[in-house]
């Protein structure tokens, strides 16, 4: 499978990047780690005539503890991520979900920019961003901005993000210390996308329920942020009443299709079963102080 | 959309060439530097049997643009043996632990398990495990690959000592 041809660049700075995409328009691509981009040059499903290499930007990359947030570098590889202790003390699903995704050498190349910017609903941060409310930081042409992970997503490969736009970095406010969170997903093999995830952050207070933030991963066109299923469980104790009626409302906006990974009904109820067990797992670390 | 000129570390040689900046790494090293060590198994990025090192990370080559890996340092199996012939620890283990049928996915599982001892020289079963999960082998059912793996540790970890 050869891709089409394309010139190459590879600029030294953010700066260089935005022009190159201002000269281009929609002609250019940015890649980050290309394994995304990549398979889909290679099956004739993207052609950009321009492709911008983001790897020596060294202002992409990085993990920043700014006290109440911590700000990823969008060119951050999955790899770095899994290797952080800090980041792993301050927000540990971070962590628990790059473990899952692909295998080690997509991780040493795939970065967290690349996997929540490109919009593929079968990609697994962007559910996770989506229950840490993240903020996705955008430069463009005419200057920054600051974009909700919720709104974000409106489609398949359809993002907020604007022609000539480039994600640098992710800011995610730090859970309190005693939450928990867990990302559970079912896949056939290795390497292999979602048949469903879920992603779950929650507070306990006493044995009440504080807060909680559920997100599903490739049931849908895009990530879904499952807001009524948090809001099932919150001010309550985590009890099988209220679990029920989280796993209800979160496979109640589930619209998977039909794939090689099963039937609608069959990977609507495994999303079921995915905030299920997350639900339990986030409940047990937050009750033990983790 | 012309040819570029690349220049890279192979295997502790510098190389020179032009190439299309389209033109995957796996091909080439396979066609333009004949370095057919690394395979194109599935050519998807499933299966690891391209896998190549590149600036110190395991990756596999045929999801590399040339392109990106211009200015890198590559080392593929055919780098992994010592300079007089002699074969790696680990070359050594999987002959004499079976770690192979047919053949096709060593170059790329022992060129992955070289990085993976590199990270972690002590890894445990379930570590080895993981750390060659990119990696397919449709003949050996693994138990063999970790075997060699391990003994591999075991007799790089013993060589240190004995240097000490």
């Known amino acids: ?290 | 959309m012309s040819k570029m000129h690349v220049k890279m570390t192979v295997n502790g040689g510098e190389v020179e060439a032009l190439a299309e900046p389209r033109t995957l790494l796996i091909h080439f090293l396979r066609e333009q530097l004949s370095l057919t060590g690394p395979h194109v198994g599935c050519d998807t990025s499933h299966c690891g049997a391209c896998t190549v090192d590149l600036n110190g990370k395991s990756v596999k080559s045929c999801t590399v643009f040339v392109a990106q890996a211009n200015g890198g340092a590559v080392t593929t199996i055919e780098g992994i043996a010592h300079a007089d012939g002699t074969l790696h620890v680990l070359q050594e283990m999987f002959r004499e632990h079976h770690g192979l049928q047919c053949g096709f996915c060593t170059p790329g599982m022992i060129t992955r398990a070289y990085r993976l001892l590199q990270e972690n020289p002590n890894p445990s079963e379930t570590e080895i495990r993981h750390g060659i999960a990119g990696n397919l082998c449709r003949c050996t059912g693994y138990q063999n690959i970790v075997k060699a793996i391990r003994a591999a540790a075991d007799q790089l970890s013993g060589k240190k000592e004995a240097a000490e």
């Open chain 1, 1 to 290: 499978m050869i891709p089409a041809a394309f010139d190459y660049h590879r600029p030294a700075s953010l700066d260089d990047a935005l022009k190159l995409l201002a000269q281009h328009g929609d002609e250019a691509r940015v890649v980050a780690g290309g394994h995304s981009l990549i398979p889909m040059m290679k099956l004739r499903l993207a052609a950009p005539s321009h492709l911008v290499d983001l790897q020596d930007i060294a202002a992409l990359k990085g993990i920043k503890d700014s006290g109440g947030a911590v700000e990823i570098g969008a060119m951050t590889s999955q790899r770095d991520i899994i290797q952080s202790a800090a980041l792993a003390s301050a927000i540990p699903l971070l962590k628990e979900t790059a473990e899952q995704i692909a295998d080690p050498q997509v991780r040493y190349c795939g970065t967290l920019g690349g996997n929540v910017a490109n919009g593929d609903p079968g990609n697994d941060m962007p559910a996770v961003m989506m229950a840490l409310d993240a903020v996705y930081l955008v430069k463009g042409p005419g200057g920054a901005r600051e974009i909700k992970a919720r709104g974000f997503y409106h489609g398949a490969y359809a993002t907020e993000l604007k022609d000539g736009e480039i994600l640098t970095a992710i800011r995610i406010p730090k859970p309190p210390h005693s939450h928990g969170s867990a990302y559970v997903k079912q896949k056939r093999k290795i390497g292999d996308y979602a048949t469903a995830a879920a992603a779950v952050v929650l507070t306990m207070s006493g044995g009440t329920c504080a807060s909680a933030a559920i997100a599903l991963t490739n049931v849908g066109d895009t990530a879904l942020y499952a807001e009524a299923a948090g809001a099932a469980l919150a001010g309550t104790s985590l009890d099988a009443a209220a679990v029920a009626k989280a796993v209800e409302a979160a496979t109640g906006i589930a619209q998977p299709a039909k794939d090689a990974r099963g039937p609608v009904d069959f990977r609507k109820s495994v999303a079921g079963v995915m905030v299920w067990r997350a639900v339990e797992i986030a409940g047990r670390r937050a009750r033990a102080g983790r």
